[in-house]
């Protein structure tokens, strides 16, 4: 399957690295070493609509499709990955409400989002519970016309910044993947705690933080879709998640890719520019080869996300996961390879390249989650 980019789309691309290059990348290793949060960046890529760009223009977003939205994502994270990320994720969640939630919802908090007033998160993730979201141990008990929403989550991005959080819970315990519902939180109720998590390997301007449910009181109208078919609604969304993480590797690899590029050409050994020995050059092809094919793996996973075909979107978007997150990891490290010693400091980004993409090989399903994905759907 070719692809070719329509005009909108390239002025998207065009839009986002101009971005990029000009706001983010001359802060990107402030942010790392201090591992402080963008909040001026998130504001004014809000204005341009690089913020949750699948928000509906109802709503105040740019109502991008997911091609569009994969670009944007893809183009942040080869600004940088941390910033990127911290822009990026400001949805998540999000499509969750897009999708399932009550018009009250979509007109109170997609708006926020869209403008970049509000941030939201995604509560998923538990302590003893990662790859298993049916195991997860949050329960939310009725009392009259409310819930009670008692349990604690881990690796909760956008933990300590979010406005409000979609939170996935047990309402029927004994009922495993059948028993859990979606619920939105404002994080400023009652017995709503976070726990900064900053002692990251990679992507330190994002936010993470452990959640603490400790007694959450919500109305009953605060169920997002249906009582016990929170799996099934977040099922929806794997697919769409993945293909996102896929835009990330292929962003961070890029960025690896194009900082080898430029440094194989200005750096002199033995009398001549290193990019003109052949093991270099051999480095290099190989790189941009690897780099393309995942760019085409994530953008196929793209179309098939956006045309509904729900067991191609699976099966490609896990290929793409795959794919793009491995070798995003082995292409920053030959970057540093290409930098020798100089790529093993902060004086050259390669090394923060290195600790950023290591992170798409986990979140969103591990890789050897995504290969279980890939072999199912072969049989």
């Known amino acids: 399957m070719a692809f070719r980019l329509s005009d909108e789309q390239r002025a998207i691309r065009e839009a986002v690295r101009t971005f990029g290059e000009e706001e983010i990348?001359?802060?990107?290793?402030?942010?790392?070493e201090q591992?402080?949060?963008?909040a001026d960046l998130v504001k004014k890529a809000a204005e341009l609509d690089f913020v949750a760009p699948s928000i509906p223009v109802e709503y105040g977003g740019a109502g991008m499709d997911v091609l569009s939205a994969t670009i944007v994502t893809e183009e942040l994270w080869r600004a940088d990955p941390g910033?990127?990320?911290?822009?990026?994720?400001?949805?998540?969640?999000?499509?969750?409400?897009?999708?399932?939630g009550d018009e009250w919802m979509k007109e109170e908090w997609l708006t926020r989002i869209a403008s970049g007033e509000s941030a939201c998160c995604s509560c998923i993730s538990e302590p003893a519970h990662g790859s298993n979201v049916a195991g997860i141990e949050t329960r939310a008990e009725r009392d009259g016309d409310e819930y009670v929403?008692?349990?604690?989550?881990?690796?909760?991005?956008n933990g300590t910044v979010a406005d409000v959080a979609v939170v996935m819970t047990k309402?029927?315990?004994?009922?495993?993947?059948?028993?859990?519902?979606?619920?939105?939180?404002?994080?400023?109720?009652d017995g709503f705690?976070?726990?900064?998590?900053?002692?990251k390997l990679g992507i330190r301007a994002s936010d993470l933080a452990e959640v603490i449910l400790d007694g959450v009181r919500v109305p009953e109208e605060n169920v997002v879709g249906e009582v016990d078919e929170g799996f099934y609604q977040l099922m929806d969304f794997f697919a769409s998640g993945r293909t996102s993480v896929a835009a990330q590797a292929v962003g961070t690899a890029q960025a690896a890719l194009d900082a080898a590029l430029d440094y194989a050409d200005e750096r002199e050994?033995?009398?001549?520019?290193?990019?003109e020995f052949q093991a270099i050059q051999h480095k290099l092809a190989e790189m941009a080869t690897n780099v393309e094919a995942a760019r085409s793996l994530a953008y196929r996973a793209a179309s098939y996300v956006e045309s509904g075909d729900d067991q191609m979107a699976t099966q490609f978007a896990s290929m793409a996961k795959l794919f793009a997150s491995e070798h995003a990891v082995d292409v920053a490290?030959?970057?540093?390879?290409?930098?020798?010693?100089?790529?093993?400091?902060?004086?050259?980004?390669?090394?923060?390249?290195?600790?950023?993409?290591?992170?798409?090989?986990?979140?969103?399903?591990?890789?050897?989650?995504?290969?279980?994905?890939?072999a199912d759907n072969l049989q």
């Open 269 to 275: 050994q033995f009398g001549q520019k290193i990019g």
């Open 171 to 189: 309402t029927s315990p004994d009922e495993g993947h059948r028993g859990i519902t979606a619920f939105l939180v404002p994080t400023d109720a």
């Open 35 to 38: 591992k402080k949060y963008p």
């Open 83 to 100: 910033i990127g990320s911290a822009i990026g994720s400001r949805g998540f969640g999000s499509n969750m409400i897009r999708k399932y």
């Open 193 to 199: 705690e976070t726990e900064k998590i900053d002692n």
């Open 25 to 32: 990348r001359p802060v990107a290793r402030e942010h790392d």
């Open 333 to 374: 490290d030959e970057a540093i390879q290409v930098h020798g010693g100089a790529g093993f400091v902060t004086d050259h980004p390669v090394e923060r390249y290195y600790r950023d993409a290591r992170i798409t090989k986990i979140y969103e399903g591990t890789s050897e989650i995504q290969k279980n994905i890939i």
């Open 149 to 157: 929403i008692d349990g604690n989550k881990m690796w909760i991005t």
